[in-house]
């Protein structure tokens, strides 16, 4: 039975024509594709969003709510989210952390262009294409939400951008590569990471990231929950290391129901806060929750469900099985 899927053009570098200038909708962004190209039957839903780099936590929410509920309510085989590449892996995680029963019952694939549409070799076509054909593909049922460009399919858990300006510009590393579209199917070429906590509640949008220095001051910290912050995820050196001179605003913020989360700036394998030899870590002594090797903005998305879950310690708890 011809599979179906369900495309959500949200415009961007994948969509932008210069001569003349304009942004294909999703059925221009089709028409670029040779049919017999298709692995699908695709029906477009055109999504007004901002260029990634402004788009919203309300806009992604969105979107991962749409591609849930197509496949689970709709009865799509698959969901195409099209996104600006600056930030496609925070909304891929999103739609991951959000995914629930439908990734057991569809693929969902998120993916952009580094070229524009009108430029020569434009990748756009081939991302959408390829991406077609990994969401129809059982293959990756159960892989949870991934990203497709330059035919490699990426876990959302694992995936960063990695160079704003080649084809490549993806990468899982440390972490493998999932799989592979070649010869109109996937080709898997790792397991995909463990399954996230279930979702519950309403995500919580107003999540702070902040990147640690040397000599900080706390007063940053203080300074976002000021101005509503319901949480925060601070980006640290090494091994998830943060200055000292914090410490004592992690612990008061913690104390007061604001839930820090500490990341690291490196690409490093999950290390537990927990576990980490003396001297190391410490934030996690002073209440700060580890982020379980994810990637800063990562940990944010998390983080932003994680508060729809409920209080401080549901927060903790989901992040100790994330
Ligand atoms: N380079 C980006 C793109 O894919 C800009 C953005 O993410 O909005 O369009």
Known sequence: MVKRVLLLATGDTIAYSRRPAGVASGAGLLETIPPDALAADVVVEDVMAEPSWDTSP????????????????????????????????????LADLLAGRAAEH???VLTGAMRYLDDLSADGPRNLASSVTAAADPALRGAGAVVCLNDELHAARWVTMTDATSVAAFSSAPFPVLGRVAGGR?????????????????????VALIKTYPGMDPVLLTA??????????????????????????????????????????????????EDLPLG???????????????????ARAALMVALGTG????????????
């Open 58 to 93: 309300s806009t992604m929410l969105g979107l991962a709510r749409r591609a849930r509920s197509a496949i689970l309510e709709r009865g799509f085989d698959g969901v195409v989210i099209t996104h600006g590449t600056d930030t496609l892996e925070d909304c891929a995680f």
């Open 186 to 206: 996937v080709e898997t070429l790792a397991e995909p990471p463990p399954r996230p906590p279930a979702a519950a509640g309403e995500p919580e949008t107003d």
């Open 224 to 273: 976002v929950v000021d101005a509503g912050a319901r949480g925060i995820v601070l980006e640290g050196t090494g091994m998830a290391n943060v200055p000292v001179s914090l410490f004592t605003t992690i612990s008061e913020l913690t104390e007061w129901g604001i839930p820090v989360v500490v990341a690291s700036r490196c690409r490093t394998r999950q290390v537990p806060l």
């Open 280 to 298: 190391t870590g410490l934030a996690g002594k002073v209440g700060a929750i580890g982020a379980r090797g994810l990637a800063p903005s990562k």
């Open 106 to 108: 569809g693929g969902i």
């Open 311 to 322: 209080g401080p310690r549901a927060v903790r708890d989901w992040f100790g099985r994330l």
